[in-house]
């Protein structure tokens, strides 16, 4: 069993930073980051696997970094330059074992989910 804390959301106006953290109860080797929006899907973010593999959504890439320190065992999402569809409910997956890189945004590939940080961009 994997515990999965998030902490950090925020409210922020749009251009604006953010970060939020994911606190792990043991090491996995592939996390993630979702984001559901009310009425909408869950989905995925930014996952990253062993090797420091990361994948994004595409409306992320360069606003958005995945990172984990291990020392710590916390994973991370950097979000920069925030647009107002950025709001939603952000959740962290983990899933023990190696994910193919096409499934890593996948909602399915994951086992273990915490409770969720709601983040708000608006003016």
């Known amino acids: 069993q994997v515990r999965l804390v998030e902490s950090g959301g925020d409210s922020v106006q749009p251009g604006g930073s953010l970060k939020i953290s994911c606190e792990y109860s043991?090491?996995?080797?592939?996390m993630a980051w979702f984001q559901q929006a009310p009425g909408k899907e869950r989905e995925g973010v930014a996952s990253?696997?062993?090797?420091?593999?990361?994948e994004y959504k595409n409306l992320i890439v360069g606003r958005f970094t995945i990172t984990r320190d291990t020392a710590k065992n916390t994973l991370y999402l950097q979000m920069v330059r925030m647009r107002p569809e950025d709001t939603a409910m952000y959740y962290c997956?983990?899933?023990?074992?190696?994910?193919?890189?096409?499934?890593?945004?996948?909602?399915?590939?994951?086992?273990?989910w915490g409770q969720g940080t709601q983040v708000t961009v608006s003016s």
């Open positions: 997956a983990a899933q023990p074992g190696l994910i193919e890189q096409w499934l890593r945004l996948r909602r399915e590939s994951y086992s273990y």
């Open positions: 043991s090491f996995t080797e592939c």
């Open positions: 990253i696997c062993p090797g420091d593999n990361m």
